[in-house]
């Protein structure tokens, strides 16, 4: 959700050229109209508004999907009327629903009987996911400390510093201690030893993200379980896994088969993975698989009969569009595994092929990993003149959009830029994205320094420490320079998102 705002005191009404053929008078801006207009011009006023929104293929910032076939183009619009939560009226989407389900616990290895249905849900995204995983921990958790005559009044989870922000918005929401692991210049995701020895009796679960979103680097979930078995095993307590699969879940089973993060691992209980980014769905469709229903306390499940026969329903909204759950099915069963396994190699090489351009520039240092989510993210090797946020700035004259952001702690003096590869982002546009910014680079490079220099000074910069004068290390003027770019970013209201 955004919050809104008004652009401007006076600019309080809605003109539009086009539309003057159908009607003549200005639109309130921030107040419904109190005549009725053309459907024609209600039409062109908004598509004309419309224009000045960014290209969805050109934006590098997102892993959400831009582009599906028409095929299911068509299914989308057919089905934008059904209500999902109908499901006595739509027994048909509910059975789809429960297919993908079922494909997706399948495909992370559930421990599944002969007949045995999976356990799972359909999500607006993984936010909603993760909110609801997280509740089914807290929830199993006080269950567990009530009967051994323990308070359940302190509950955490422990994850990485680079987590997205939706476990944050668990842990305020929901009252659980957020215990994060720091970062490290060179090390961006979650240390697995430091997080075991963070781990304590009132912790809930342990989140490890299967792809972050900083450089698209897996976390070591294999680790991750061995040394939380080693120490439940020493102290008698039962702490879980959660795996945020959000990006990597529809990669990592394709490209890298062998490697062990999912329900082949004891303590993982439950995995969210997030349909609309790899799973090729327009947004916003996510799903969250448990292990076993013991994983999914009984109590958290509503059930209803008032739209019809007995419905059981977790999740924390209730209407929504029935689109993305057929999408999801149709790009399932369109591709199979053969497809999405081309598809996800196309993308890691795409993403190669732009590594490679950038390190021939000899300008960058590439700062992700070739194993993990197919992206690139890349800093500047000399930031003394020029920042990472320069050079986002000026790329966007080119149409591109590509993020540059702080790490976050212990690593927030590291300023990186990122590229997300998707299916639509093919090689073609991976060179002229390194040739657009070649032409950044070498304009910067004719640019005086303007304002790193203006704000923050040279590497020569000094201060005063107890009445002597100290000349300031390399990374305390790089923080600088980060803190004053961050400043003037947003001062243009022109801030990344890094989701």
């Given amino acids: 959700m955004v919050l809104s705002k008004t652009a401007s005191e006076s600019d309080v009404s809605v003109h539009s050229t086009f539309a003057s053929r159908y009607v003549r008078t200005s639109l309130p801006r921030f107040k419904m109209p109190e005549n009725s207009i053309p459907k024609e011009a209600a039409y062109q006023i908004i598509n004309d508004e419309l224009m000045l929104d960014g290209n969805p293929r050109l934006n590098l910032a997102s892993f959400v999907t831009t582009w599906m076939e028409p095929e299911c183009d068509k299914l989308i619009m057919a089905a934008i009327n059904k209500n999902y939560v109908d499901m006595d009226e739509y027994p048909v989407t509910t059975e ?11 495909l992370f290895h559930a421990p599944l009987g002969d007949g045995e249905a999976a356990v799972g849900v359909g999500t607006v995204g993984s936010s909603e996911a993760i909110m609801l995983a997280g509740l089914a921990f807290k929830r199993n958790w006080q269950n567990k400390m009530r009967t051994l005559g323990k308070s359940t009044e302190k509950p955490n989870i422990v994850t990485g510093a680079n987590v997205q922000v939706c476990w944050e918005k668990f842990a305020r929401y929901f009252e659980v201690e957020l215990k994060e692991v720091k970062l490290r210049e060179g090390y961006y995701v979650m240390d697995p030893v430091k997080a075991v020895e963070m781990v304590d009796e009132n912790t809930i679960c342990v989140a490890a993200i299967l792809g972050s979103t900083l450089n698209g680097e897996f976390e070591d979930v294999k680790l991750l379980n061995d040394l939380l078995v080693e120490k439940n095993k020493q102290t008698g307590w039962d702490t879980p896994i959660h795996v945020d699969a959000a990006s990597g879940g529809f990669i990592a089973p394709f490209l890298y088969p062998e490697l062990e993060w999912d329900f082949r691992l004891p303590l993982v209980k439950s995995i969210n993975v997030s349909g609309h980014k790899y799973g090729l769905v327009y947004a916003g469709i996510g799903w969250c698989v448990w292990r076993s229903k013991v994983d999914l306390p009984e109590e958290l499940i509503f059930h209803i009969n008032y739209l019809g026969a007995d419905q059981p329903t977790f999740t924390l909204n209730f209407s929504k569009g029935s689109s993305q759950v057929i999408a999801q099915y149709y790009q399932l069963i369109r591709l199979g595994f053969e497809g999405y396994k081309n598809v996800m190699e196309n993308c890691q090489e795409n993403a190669m092929v732009l590594k490679e351009g950038l390190e021939k520039t ?29 050079v986002s700035d000026l790329l966007r004259r080119f149409g591109w959009i590509v993020p540059a952001y702080t790490m976050p702690p212990d690593a927030q003096h590291i300023t990186v830029l990122r590229v997300v590869i998707r299916e ?17 680079m070498h304009e910067l490079d004719t640019l005086p320094a303007r304002v790193t220099a203006k704000l923050t000074g040279s590497q020569e910069m000094t201060s005063e420490n107890n009445g002597k004068v100290v000349k300031k290390t390399a990374i305390e003027v790089q923080r600088e320079i980060t803190a004053a770019w961050k400043k003037f ?3 243009r209201k022109k801030t990344n998102g890094v989701c």
């Fill in 362 to 390: 000899g300008r960058f240092n590439i700062v992700s990993k070739d194993d993990g989510v197919p992206l690139v993210a890349f800093s500047l090797k000399d930031s003394s003149s020029h920042t990472e946020f320069e």
């Fill in 489 to 491: 970013v947003l001062n």
């Fill in 424 to 440: 639509d982002f093919s090689r073609t546009l991976a060179e002229r994205l390194v040739n657009d910014i070649e032409k950044v």
């Fill in 96 to 106: 789809l629903q429960n297919r993908c389900v079922n494909i997706i616990a399948d």
